[in-house]
């Protein structure tokens, strides 16, 4: 039978933060980033939408008044523009603000803006000032303030279903670290005992790789990791099991070059390495390959464990279900929809496949310190 090395681990890259620059307050700010071009695209397509809807209960004679519809649409884009650009170029001062005051800052930074230019286009179309036009700018006014604190309503309340989701998630995380099954311990701790006496060094190295392995089950703070990390991780526990299957664990690494800083959840492959022994592998007397695949293809990274499958359908879903249920979960909360799982069995090979969008640490950095 062919005996598959494992690769030496790829030596991490250390992140470096950004000097200058502290982005907590801003990433606690329930308001989103207004600087990014899809927040304010969706403020300008709100608020047209709102504006047709005036223009229609405006309307006497017909479904609508476009006259009408044309100068309130010029007025209402250019005043949530305006009020965007200021509330983007002061976010980071309001950040550092009390929600509550925070919000008033807002509001009087929109009323003032909306009283500028009513002011400015009434003194173009109405000269000469009157009672009606002072009516129609309270008007105004009043009527920008309720949309202000309804839009930031929904913001806050963005804000805190998106926290809730990021600790439901941190809950999973956590879950998911804490479950390295006792079995697997006491084989491990087993196996050295036995190595101490014939093979110190090797049973030194054992107790690394484990100790590194529980490391990173109590590491509970990163959300993502450079792919390298996680295969690093994953060459440890194989190197654990391979000292206690011996021949009947067979290895087949095929990593594309270039993908070590692609983003990945911590402890996502090693699971799924985990499970292809334990229901693949471990059952069957003669052993079997576990494949370990990493390419990339367009704008996606695709990674691919393959392990014999089990004879036992049953088990092979109990025993996956939740591993690939957390898996799912996490990858769906930090990559949305792009991110896919699926698992499949062709004959006797059991594969699960894992799609991510191609993102590197430090660009997944940038964009989860911009995020709404």
């Known amino acids: 039978m062919r005996q598959y090395s494992i690769p030496a681990p790829v030596k991490e890259t250390p992140l470096k933060p950004d000097k200058g620059m502290n982005h907590k307050d801003t990433d606690s700010f329930y308001v989103p980033d207004l600087c990014?071009?899809?927040?304010?695209f969706m403020l300008l397509i709100t608020s047209e939408l709102l504006v047709l809807v005036l223009a229609i209960v405006q309307a006497q004679n017909s479904w609508i008044d476009w006259n009408y519809f044309g100068l309130l649409s010029l007025f209402v884009q250019w005043t949530t523009l305006t009020s965007a650009a200021l509330i983007c170029l002061l976010r980071p001062r309001l950040a550092r603000m009390s929600n509550s005051r925070a919000t008033m800052t807002i509001a009087a930074i929109v009323l003032l803006d909306v009283l500028a230019f009513s002011l400015f286009?009434?003194?173009?179309?109405?000269?000469?000032?009157?009672?009606?036009?002072?009516?129609?700018?309270?008007?105004?006014l009043l009527l920008a303030l309720l949309i202000v604190l309804m839009v930031l309503r929904y913001f806050y309340l963005q804000h805190q279903w998106q926290q809730q989701r990021e600790a439901e998630m941190q809950a999973r995380l956590t879950s998911l670290q804490a479950r390295i099954q006792p079995h697997f311990?006491?084989?491990?701790?087993?196996?050295?005992?036995?190595?101490?006496?014939?093979?110190?060094?090797?049973?030194?190295?054992?107790?690394?790789?484990?100790s590194e392995l529980f490391r990173a089950s109590?590491?509970?703070?990163?959300?993502?990791?450079?792919?390298?990390?996680?295969?690093?991780?994953?060459?440890?526990?194989?190197?654990i099991e391979s000292l206690r299957l011996g021949e009947r664990l067979q290895l087949e690494?095929?990593?594309?070059?270039?993908?070590?800083?692609?983003?990945?959840?911590?402890?996502?492959?090693?699971?799924?390495?985990?499970?292809?022994?334990?229901?693949?592998?471990?059952?069957?007397?003669?052993?079997?390959?576990?494949?370990?695949e990493v390419s990339a293809?367009?704008?996606?990274?695709?990674?691919?464990?393959?392990?014999?499958?089990?004879?036992?359908?049953?088990?092979?879903?109990?025993?996956?279900?939740?591993?690939?249920?957390?898996?799912?979960?996490?990858?769906?909360?930090?990559?949305?929809?792009?991110?896919?799982?699926?698992?499949?069995?062709?004959?006797?090979?059991?594969?699960v496949t894992l799609r991510l969008p191609r993102r590197s640490i430090n660009t997944s950095n940038r964009q989860s310190r911009n995020r709404p």
């Not at 109405?126 to 129609?136: D, K, M, S």
Request: proline residues 8%; glycine residues 6%; charged residues 20%.
């Open 121 to 140: 286009a009434d003194s173009v179309l109405h000269p000469q000032p009157g009672v009606a036009l002072w009516q129609g700018i309270a008007k105004k």
């Open 218 to 239: 109590l590491r509970t703070d990163d959300q993502l990791i450079p792919l390298n990390r996680e295969l690093e991780l994953c060459q440890r526990y194989l190197a």
């Open 253 to 292: 690494w095929d990593i594309q070059p270039g993908l070590g800083q692609q983003v990945i959840p911590p402890l996502t492959l090693q699971p799924l390495v985990e499970n292809a022994i334990y229901h693949g592998i471990q059952p069957r007397p003669e052993g079997g390959v576990v494949r370990v």
């Open 36 to 40: 990014r071009v899809r927040a304010v």
């Open 185 to 210: 311990l006491f084989n491990s701790m087993n196996t050295i005992a036995s190595l101490i006496a014939t093979n110190p060094e090797q049973a030194e190295e054992a107790v690394l790789d484990l």
């Open 297 to 351: 293809k367009d704008h996606f990274v695709y990674l691919l464990v393959q392990n014999p499958a089990p004879e036992s359908t049953e088990r092979q879903h109990q025993g996956n279900r939740v591993a690939l249920s957390n898996t799912q979960a996490r990858l769906q909360a930090l990559f949305g929809e792009p991110a896919v799982l699926k698992h499949s069995r062709q004959g006797n090979t059991y594969t």
